[in-house]
Structures are given as C-alpha cells and as structure tokens.
C-alpha cells in the first residue's frame, strides 16, 4: 500500500493581512479534503508571519497573528527573526502561551529564564496509517541582536549534526522547517542526506514546482502569502521507504475570503486603532517630512541617536520617515505610521576616511532615489542623508552634484583619515552594500529593543511636552 502524506505551509507572511482570507480559506479547505479521504495532512509556517509595520501586530506585540494562525488550522511553526528580535524577550516568552499548534526551534535558547513551555526543538507527527514525521524547526543565527533580547540562537549546523542521529531512529520521515534562507537550505541538503524535506523561507525565495539537491526536496512559497505551498509525500508501506516527494505552490490572490477569518481580522483592526490612539504629543505646527530635503523632524531624530548612544556623529536618511506630522494630537498610531520600520540604531566604527567615503556616497542621486526592499525598511526610498555632530564642506562640481570636499567634528575638527570614529545610524545599513564601508566594519553593537520610532516619540515629547 502507498500512502499520500500532505504537509501545507506558508512562509514571510510579514503581517500583510491582504491575502490572510485568502490564505485561511485555502488551508481550511485543504485540510478539509484530506481529511474527508482519511489522507493525513498538516499546516506549518516557516516564520515571518509577524511584522509590527502593521497595526495589528504592532498593537498585540505578535499575539493577534498568533490568534489568526489558530482560526487557520495551523498545526507545527517555526520561528522568524521578526518573531525573535522585534519584540522583547517577555513578549517573545509568551507569545505562544495561547497557540493550539506546535512551536519548533531547535536552535533558540533563553538565557536568563527557564526555557518557555511552548519552545521544543522537533516534534513527531504519526500519519493515518503510522508513519512517523520528524519536523525541526530552525531560524537564522542574529545573535548581534538575539543576545541583547537575553536568547542565543545556536549555529543551524551544529545543532543539526547533534540531532539527526537521534532523530532518524525516532522518525520514518524527517522535515526541516527552515528560517535560514535558499542558500543555507541548500548546503544543509548537501551535509544531511538524512531530511527528506527542506521548507524554507527567510530569503522570500519561490520555488514553485520545488528543487531536488542531493535527494532533499527543496521548496518555498515566495513572500507575502501571495502562495501557499504543498508537499506530497508517498510511503511505501511494503517497501517500508519513502518512495516519492513533490511540491508545488498556489497563487490564491483570486480565492473567495474566509468570512470568519474576514470578521476576526475587522475585529483586530478596530481594537488595534484603539490601542494606538494613545496620544503622544500635541504640536503647535505642522513637522513636514520630504525624502530628498535635511527637514526638522529628521535632524532631531538624527541628533537624538546621537544622545541615546554618545557616538561621535551619526547620519539617518529621510526615507524612514513616511509621512508628515500636521499639527495637532500626536497619537502613538501616527507615529507608527509614518516610522513603521523595524529598524533599530546601531554604532559601529569607522576611521575617518571610510567616514568620509561614506558621507560621499550618500550624497549621490543613485543612492538618494534607491528604491530599497528588505533590510527592515518599509518605505518606498533611501532619501537624502542627515548628519548630527558633522559639518560639511561642499563643492559645487561643474555637472551640478555637489562633492563633500571635507567633514568636520562640532564645526571645527576635521576628520582625520586614521583616526577611528563612533557613528550612530539606522541598522539597516550594516547589512548588504548600501554603505559597504559601514556593513563591512568590525565592530557593530546595535540598541535593542528600542525601534526608531520609540526614540521618533521621545523626541517629540522632550521637544513639545511643554509648549
């Protein structure tokens, strides 16, 4: 007899609750005919699901995405580094205190509490017919980040090569849930010919009819839930093995809306705007943000990172603020609207003349007017810089762009090209090579848990509390 075994899954969700009933609807229906045929079938989640850009999950610090997975029939997930490092280390302890389905993360660990009840490194599910599945759970070592929340996040190998030993006598099956991105699935395939299985996510990869490498299936489902993805697995019972593998993914922007997930989602929305309409601040003019103009709202949120780190100097870009402030009541929501990033400050060091490359490189219209994706941004472009603690000196080339011929310390130190400098900036460009002189520095700390748009708040309070 062969048996049909069906796992479908999601992944980097990012609280785009666009698609969510869409999403809901399929995974019900899934389930629902798989079980209708005595087929056994589960639905996993690869991580990302939340992203707090998006009222909801910033209003429940994740717990209403965790309540959304429960009405959609979620069985096993697996963690994101938005789940791990964008809420603090309480939030993230009991975040899945009230979940009805399996959290797997082989590689995460608290360091400073006993490890939460709902956290296991694997779980072993039996199908209708007894064949048992091992499913680990997996996601990307940020420990720069992950050890200033009190968790560690072990290296994915070595926690693999501890396991799979055991695992293998346990299980018949073994899946990987894995939040490490298309080119680490790919290598882990290459050293553990024992998982059948690799569902990935992390690097927002599709891979619609899934990948073979080294025996291992291979399969993702893009970003956005604009997918979902299915595994089909066949067991051959007189054989004893498993025999065949297959994936595929599904567009299904174009299905009918769950309507009960339809109305939980209103519902959420309507408690989230209530919680964010906590007032912050009332301003006595309107604070106008322009992405390719140094404004107001930007050199005060560019000095306070100075302050919150006493670095040196620090540069921000007008990109992370969206929207302009009017007058009025500030609210926590507007705040969140117009910085929805989560993004953090982060010093690292360079000399002065990496600085000065830097500072150069920002002032081209290449960088000014990149339209960048990841990274925790959430707006549409880089913009123009802004520097707190530097003065510049400009030339005006004979093509029209203007040339930053020298840096100065408060006004009168110019920078000195060996001499090694603290600056404080958005993270978002110690990673990639936006700033290639800032990703490659050695030395990064990053303050955490703060978002921008924390200390954006703080700000505006110090500076219109009182007026």
């Known amino acids: 007899m062969k048996e049909h075994i069906y796992f479908y899954y999601t992944n980097d969700l990012h609280s785009n609750f666009d698609n969510w009933s869409q999403v809901s609807y399929y995974l019900k229906e ?8 005595g087929k056994s079938c589960w639905n996993v989640d690869i991580g990302d699901h939340i992203d707090r850009m998006h009222p909801i999950a910033e209003a429940f610090k994740g717990k209403a995405n965790v309540q959304l997975m429960n009405e959609a029939g979620y069985d096993v997930v697996t963690l994101g580094n938005n789940e791990g490092i964008t809420i603090s280390h309480d939030d993230l302890a009991y975040l899945y205190d009230e979940a009805s389905f399996e959290v797997v993360c082989a590689n995460l660990h608290s360091m400073n509490s006993k490890k939460p009840d709902w956290l296991n490194p694997s779980v072993i599910l039996t199908s209708a017919y007894g064949v048992e599945i091992a499913v680990i759970g997996l996601t990307a070592p940020f420990n720069d980040y992950y050890q200033l929340l009190d968790w560690y996040v072990s290296p994915p190998y ?18 990987l849930l894995s939040h490490l991105g298309y080119s680490e699935d790919q ?22 009819n899934g990948e073979i490498v080294n025996n291992t299936l291979l399969t993702a489902a893009g970003k956005h839930c604009h997918f979902v993805g299915e595994v089909i697995l066949t067991w051959d019972h007189e054989q004893g093995r498993l025999v065949h593998k297959e994936a595929y993914t599904t567009n299904i922007t174009h299905l009918p809306k769950d309507p009960q997930t ?12 209530r919680i964010l309409a906590k007032p912050v601040v009332r301003l006595p003019e309107t604070l106008e943000v322009d992405w390719r103009k140094e404004t107001p709202i930007l050199q005060a949120l560019t000095d306070s990172i100075k302050q919150q780190t006493n670095a ?12 302009s402030l009017p007058s009025g009541v500030v609210t926590y929501g507007d705040i969140h609207r117009i ?15 990496e600085l000065l490359e830097t500072i150069r490189s920002s002032f081209s219209k ?11 941004f959430r707006g549409k472009i880089i913009g123009k810089m802004a520097f707190s603690g530097l003065s510049l000196c400009m030339e005006r080339l004979k093509n029209g762009e203007a040339f930053v011929k020298q840096a100065y310390l408060e006004e009168k130190y110019p920078l000195k090209a060996d001499q090694t400098y603290t600056i404080a900036t958005a993270d978002t460009f110690t990673f990639g090579r936006l700033l290639p002189e800032v990703a490659r520095s050695q030395v990064k700390n990053y303050y955490l848990p703060e978002f921008l748009r924390d200390i ?12």
């Not at 910085?339 to 003349?353: F, K």
């Not at 290449?366 to 925790?376: A, D, N, S, V």
């Not at 954006?456 to 007026?467: G, M, V």
């Open 30 to 37: 899934a389930k629902k005919n798989c079980q209708s045929m």
């Open 366 to 376: 290449e960088f000014i007017e990149l339209k960048l994706k990841g990274f925790g």
């Open 158 to 175: 070595e926690q693999l090569e501890q396991m799979i030993g055991k695992i293998k006598q346990q299980a018949d099956i073994i899946v």
């Open 262 to 273: 339809e109305e939980i989602l209103t519902t959420y929305q309507q408690k989230a705007e």
């Open 339 to 353: 910085c929805p990033h989560p993004i953090n400050t982060c010093v690292v060091e360079l000399t002065g003349r």
């Open 187 to 208: 290598e882990i395939a290459k050293r553990f010919p024992d998982i059948d299985v690799i569902i990935g996510g992390h690097t927002h990869h599709l891979l619609r």
């Open 456 to 467: 954006l708040a703080e700000t505006l309070i110090r500076a219109y509390s009182n007026k």
């Open 312 to 323: 040196d100097c620090s540069m921000l870009n007008a990109g992370l603020l969206l929207e």
